[in-house]
Each structure stands twice: as C-alpha cells, then as structure tokens.
C-alpha cells in the first residue's frame, strides 16, 4: 500500500528530473528569442511549478493525516482506560 510519504517521494524525484530537463533545455536552445524556445520554456515553468504546488500539497495533507491519526490514538486510548476502569470495578 502506498503512503503519502510514498507520493511525496515520487513528486519529489519528479521535482529533481525537471531541474535536469531544465538544464538539457537551456543547453539545446541557446536562441531565447525564438517563439518556439520561449514556449518550451513557459510549458516546463509551468510543469515545474505545478509539479511544486502539488508537493506542498501532499506535505499539507500528510500534516492532516498525522494530526487525525493522534486524535483516534488518543481517542482508542481514553477508550482502553475506560474500559480497564470498568474491568477493575
């Protein structure tokens, strides 16, 4: 089963490609004036730039998980002492 963290891992490394196809990409076409270029430029800012907000999404989501997780542990243990309370009575 996948995790969150699994994801944020694979966005990440998908964060990392990016930076080396951005290098490739400048490397490959010197010209920045050609219409072209500038789009193939403008499309991988935008690719890099969604790819980063949907990290900083996951990392916000995994926070939230985290959080619900404590509240149902601690939730499962007032439960437990209850019912070890009720036991002992």
């Known amino acids: 089963m996948k995790t969150l963290e699994d994801v944020i891992i694979e966005v990440e490394q998908a964060n990392d ?39 900083e999404d996951l990392e916000e989501a995994a926070g939230h998980v985290k959080v619900c997780n404590v509240i149902l542990a601690s939730a499962h243990v007032r439960e437990m002492e209850k019912k070890l309370r009720d036991l002992q009575s």
Do not use: C, F, W
Not at 32 to 41: A, F, G, K, N, P
């Open 17 to 55: 490609l990016m930076y080396a196809i951005e290098g490739a990409m400048i490397d490959a076409t010197p010209d920045e004036q050609d219409v072209s270029t500038r789009r193939l430029h403008n499309l991988t800012y935008i690719l890099m730039g969604l790819l980063k907000n949907i990290g």
